[in-house]
């Protein structure tokens, strides 16, 4: 005769539902504990990567302003310049006097 604990056929029993249960977890925990260790370091490379950028441009902004400061920078030199010292420079038409008679 078969009890309600074994099979008839000698089947080993399935687990309880319990230990499934915290086996589902376990692999759970796994699978997020691999995906935020994923995403930290993806966080952490774009993070490097923002603060690279924004050091460039900080050094890069400061070199325009000091070379602007000095007269060296593109403000003072390149075609704009010479062209505004060209029109600066040309003689520019008196207006006309009308002499009485």
């Not at 005769?1 to 759970?28: K, S, Y």
């Not at 920078?73 to 002499?99: F, L, R």
Request: aromatic share 4%; net charge negative; hydrophobic share 35%.
């Amino acid at each position: 005769m078969t009890t309600p604990e074994q099979p008839a056929h000698g089947a080993p029993t399935p687990p309880p539902a319990t230990e499934r249960a915290e086996v589902l977890v376990d692999q759970l925990g796994q699978k997020l504990g691999q995906w935020s260790g994923t995403a930290g370091e993806r966080l952490r490379r774009f993070w490097a990567r923002a603060r690279e950028e924004g050091e460039d441009m900080w050094a890069e902004a400061q070199d325009i302003r000091q070379h602007n400061a000095v007269g060296n920078g593109p403000a003072h030199s390149g075609a704009a310049a010479t062209e505004s010292a060209t029109v600066a420079a040309a003689p520019t038409a008196q207006p006309e006097t009308q002499e009485d008679c």
